[in-house]
């Protein structure tokens, strides 16, 4: 069951990659009328949680920085991560 479980992210993982690929960098930040979050923190959010079940069902090391927690955890939005993004490059 758990090897199945990794088989399935793995090819999860690789159908996101290639949607993604084909986004252009200047889309991913967009937040549209009526929508909460942007392709950026969608996939971020992805990623966090899919590293914290790895974690706690199946005993891996996280494999994230740290500071994903604040940027992509529950109740984070998009502007969170816009204004630490802004910060880094000042």
Avoid at 14 to 28: D, F, N, P, R
Wanted: some cysteine.
């Amino acid at each position: 069951m758990t090897q199945s479980i990794i088989n399935t992210g793995k090819v999860l993982r690789q159908i996101v990659i290639g949607q993604l690929q084909g986004i252009a960098e200047a889309k991913l930040d967009i937040q549209p009328e009526g929508f909460s979050n942007t392709i950026r923190w969608n996939v971020g959010h992805t990623v966090y949680w899919m590293d914290k079940y790895c974690t706690l069902a199946l005993g891996a090391p996280t494999a994230i920085p740290a500071q994903y927690e604040s940027l992509f955890g529950s109740g984070t939005k998009p502007s969170i991560g816009r204004r630490l993004r802004r910060r880094r490059k000042s």
